[in-house]
């Protein structure tokens, strides 16, 4: 199993917050007989279950490395595949991206990072680390 994100639980808690049940930390999606993929977490929201039984996968990123492009390029890839599979295992999930709010502020407005994530309809959620709340929705 992977290495939890810097901000894994921070993002936990943001979704408790909204109302959301965790449940699944992380989600495992079995491929094949030798493929496993863990995603972050698996939430669904009670409130809207019983109106709408709303159901999310969440892969949180903290943006902390050297590179924010090399880190935009994996992330996109690793969401674009986790989408995938979802579609294929879980399709009743839908997939966001955790982006913490400073990330956001400093790089989602700029042409490089529109250019990039335009055709790959990226479904996000913007946290904040200090308020551990989520700050923003985008479907």
Known sequence: MPARDAYHDVVLQALKKESWTITDDPLTLQIDESVNVYLDIGAENLLAAEKQG????????????????????????QFMAY?????????????????P?????????????????????????????????IVRWQI
């Open 101 to 133: 709010k400073h990330t956001y502020k400093t790089y989602f407005h700029s042409e490089f990072t529109t250019l990039a994530i335009q055709n790959v309809h990226l479904s996000y959620l913007v946290y904040d680390i200090s308020t551990e709340v």
């Open 54 to 77: 709303q159901r999310i996968a969440v892969e949180v990123k903290s943006f902390l490395g050297k590179s924010f492009p090399t880190e935009l390029y994996q992330a996109i890839g």
């Open 83 to 99: 989408r995938e599979f979802l579609a294929a295992k879980d399709p009743e999930r839908k997939l966001y991206l955790a982006i």
